[in-house]
């Protein structure tokens, strides 16, 4: 499971004297957790186990082990993701907003799609899990996109006047030197996951397995399947693997820096995408390291963008939409947290040992 961007937690405490009984019956609480648990939210233990298998997983070369510190470090950023992911699904499901075996199902059956079953499970086995650990991965995505979409999403509006006086600050923004093109990406590869990658794509071994997956991808946009949800489940450039692929507007500079590139998206109608295109590690010697499809959204010539024009009008409805919903996001954890009982048993170690 890709894990999320990560929030700042703060710690809350409170010392509430009313009475010794209750003091030794807090005392025994704080004591009652096992070794093999990191921490806990509301009472629901989070083990070192789980906290160990995402820490070896991020390792960019499990070869190369950072110094303990860094690596100490890295494990507490894990395990706050962790926390506050726990918080979401409680939250989620006292809304009863938990996505259904037929919800875990269904994505299962679109993960499953371009491998045969022994393809599919050596997948599995390269990332070292389980289909039990996906099928889980899987049920909480889908469940905290349930509840944010509840809590966050559906709440949020942006209206023409926010619109308008968005667009009148930055009007100079919209004066275009030269034509630009919106579009989005699939990029799959040769190379194993690397840390702060995609961790919900499936990596390809090598590069015949990398273009085998990008022509079946290929093969199901061609039948109609939607391309932002294709990216978002198999593209490995973390970059723009949240927003389904979407580069949002390059230049034809930018665009001519790469010729093979600009002359596939140059021929392009909105909506189509390109042949598959190799990726090259050294370009000097063409070593290909991975294959890309792209999908061109939308061609804009230079000049000036008026706010009637529809495209505009989205664009800055859009950007002032995701930046609510991000504001609103972090909002809502830290109300959240508010509210939680957490402990976070592995932080106090580290502490601990830092001031001996």
Excluded: W
């Amino acid at each position: 499971m890709q894990l999320e961007a990560l929030f700042p937690a703060r710690r809350r405490s409170a010392v509430i004297l009313i009475g010794s009984a209750l003091l030794l019956a807090a005392a025994g609480c704080h004591h009652a957790a096992g070794p093999d648990v990191v921490a806990t939210v509301n009472g629901k233990d989070i083990l070192r186990s789980e906290l160990d298998k995402y820490y070896t997983a991020s390792l960019s070369d499990p070869n190369q082990q950072p110094s303990h510190e860094q690596a100490d470090m890295q494990r507490l950023n894990i395990l706050r993701s962790l926390i506050d992911d726990e918080i979401l699904q409680q939250r989620a499901a006292k809304l009863n907003l938990v996505a259904s075996d037929e919800d875990v199902n269904a994505k299962l059956t679109e993960m499953k799609t371009p491998y045969t079953e022994e393809e599919f499970n050596k997948q599995l086995a390269a990332r070292n899990i389980t289909l039990d650990d996906l099928k889980t991965n899987i049920r909480r995505s889908l469940t905290k996109t349930k509840l944010m979409n509840k809590e966050i999403e559906s709440k949020i509006n942006v209206t023409d006047a926010e619109i308008s006086t968005y667009y009148n600050a930055h009007k100079a923004e919209f004066n275009l030197p030269e034509p630009r093109y919106g579009i989005s990406q699939i990029l799959v590869s040769g190379n194993p996951p690397q840390q702060n990658s995609n961790q919900q794509a499936k990596h390809a071994p090598n590069e015949a397995e990398a273009k085998k997956e990008i022509e079946a991808i290929r093969g199901r946009l061609l039948s109609g399947e939607d391309f932002g949800q294709l990216a978002a489940q198999f593209t490995e450039n973390p970059q723009f693997a949240q927003n389904g692929g979407d580069m949002g507007f390059v230049t034809e500079t930018q665009l001519h820096q790469d010729p093979e590139v600009f002359n596939a998206i140059s021929k392009l109608k909105p909506d189509q995408i390109t042949d598959p295109l190799p990726v090259y590690g050294d370009p000097t010697h063409k070593q290909v390291i991975g294959y890309q499809i792209f999908k061109l959204n939308s061609r804009e010539p230079a000049g000036q963008r008026d706010l009637s024009d529809p495209r505009t009008h989205e664009f800055i409805r859009q950007g002032l939409r995701d930046r609510k919903a991000q504001l609103l996001n972090t909002a809502y954890l830290e109300t959240l947290h508010d509210q939680a009982n957490v402990k976070n048993y592995f932080a106090e170690q580290v502490l601990k040992n830092g001031a001996q």
